[in-house]
């Protein structure tokens, strides 16, 4: 081992003792920066961007498992129960379209201009977050939305982009990699993570290692030994994002997770379907989008794909109205200013109203 790797794995190991240890102590930050920082690169930012979207099928997928990772954070899931937006299929369907559609923002607009969809939808996040924080300490939960909360759902849209890239088969350069812990390094900052905690702060190799443990030390241990409420929380997830996914099948994704993150299954596959749809979707990671003379042709058809569905489902929720019936069309309210945002708020459910924000993906 030369000794710039057993340096990568001594900044590695400090970065994810400061994360667990003492970011559970320090909540999110209240004010939000509303510049970029003065290390922001934006042509790094911009290929950050550009590597998502020529990755885009792949790159769903593993910010699905994202999610579903972060649902074995006790104290992250607490949050999500108590403000029971997400804790059946509908209400499901509705956060997590929302969480796509601030995302996507990020990977497409100017995040320096102050006025643009990129910093709005960063605002709101941020606001969101802030009132989670503050709802949760005035209903007994304790400091919720802490910078180790943060820093770990951080991990839930990159982690799994550098530790499973070959897996996935996302296909990119190391300057690639780079770019992409930029762009989510920018993002974390905007939003509130400081340096410190920050897990897309340092080389592309210290960051690769400290994701590296948090898989091993955290998200594989509650994958194998989940917190209550965890599997009704994953399957109100899965089965909302059908619309988006209609072939999607509970309990293949979750052996394909299992199997991704190196963590047994907790039960076998009882159904042919779904043993068939975890087949499908080892073969198209493992072989469609892997095989060069198949993914030529395979990797902007799945893209395409994933993108008109996400398309499809923001603009005409005609699938998700199907199954969940015509209330789909009513938009939720997002003009609320952050800063004033109430328990109401947080655990009702959305009223009718215009999207001020929210009504497209683009």
């Not at 923002?105 to 960063?122: E, F, G, H, L, P």
Request: with cysteine; hydrophobic share 45%.
């Amino acid at each position: 081992m030369s000794s710039s790797t057993k340096t990568d794995d001594a900044v590695a190991k400090e970065k994810f003792k400061t994360i667990i240890e003492d970011g559970s102590n320090v909540p999110v930050d209240t004010t939000r920066p509303k510049d970029v920082p003065e290390w922001f690169d934006a042509e790094l930012f911009a290929r950050g961007q550009k590597y998502f979207y020529s990755n885009f099928y792949a790159m769903f997928a593993s910010n699905l498992i994202g999610l579903i990772l972060v649902l074995t954070v006790p104290t992250i899931l607490d949050v999500l129960v108590f403000t029971n937006k997400s804790s059946d299929p509908y209400t499901a369907f509705k956060r997590y379209l929302d969480t796509i559609r601030h995302m996507l923002r990020w990977y497409r607009y100017d995040v320096t201009n102050a006025k643009s969809k990129s910093q709005i939808s960063v605002a709101i996040v941020h606001g969101l977050h802030c009132a989670a924080n503050r709802v949760s300490n005035k209903s007994g939960l304790g400091l919720r939305v802490t910078q180790k909360d943060m820093a770990l759902t951080q991990f839930g849209f990159m982690g799994l982009l550098l530790l499973k890239k070959k897996e996935l088969a996302i296909v990119g350069t190391e300057e690639d990699e780079r770019a992409i812990l930029h762009f989510w390094r920018t993002i974390g900052y905007m939003l509130g993570i400081q340096d410190k905690y920050n897990l897309c702060c340092g080389s592309l190799e210290e960051v690769r290692g400290t994701c590296a443990l948090i898989l091993r030390d955290v998200y594989a241990p509650g994958l194998l030994n989940p917190p209550p409420r965890f599997e009704h929380m994953v399957e109100a997830l899965l089965d909302g994002m059908k619309p988006i996914s209609p072939v999607l099948d509970t309990e293949a994704f979750m052996a394909f997770t299992h199997e991704l993150c190196g963590v047994p299954v907790r039960r076998p596959l009882v159904t042919r379907y779904s043993r068939w749809m975890y087949n499908v979707q080892v073969y198209t990671h493992a072989v469609l989008l892997t095989r060069a003379w198949l993914a030529a042709v395979f990797r902007p058809l799945l893209n395409y794909n994933m993108r008109f569905s996400v398309w499809l489902n923001v603009k005409f929720p005609v699938g998700a109205a199907l199954k969940f019936g015509i209330k789909v069309f009513h938009r939720v309210r997002d003009e609320v200013p952050p800063h004033s945002l109430t328990a109401n708020h947080l655990k009702q459910p959305a009223t009718k109203g215009r999207a001020a924000m929210m009504q497209s993906a683009s």
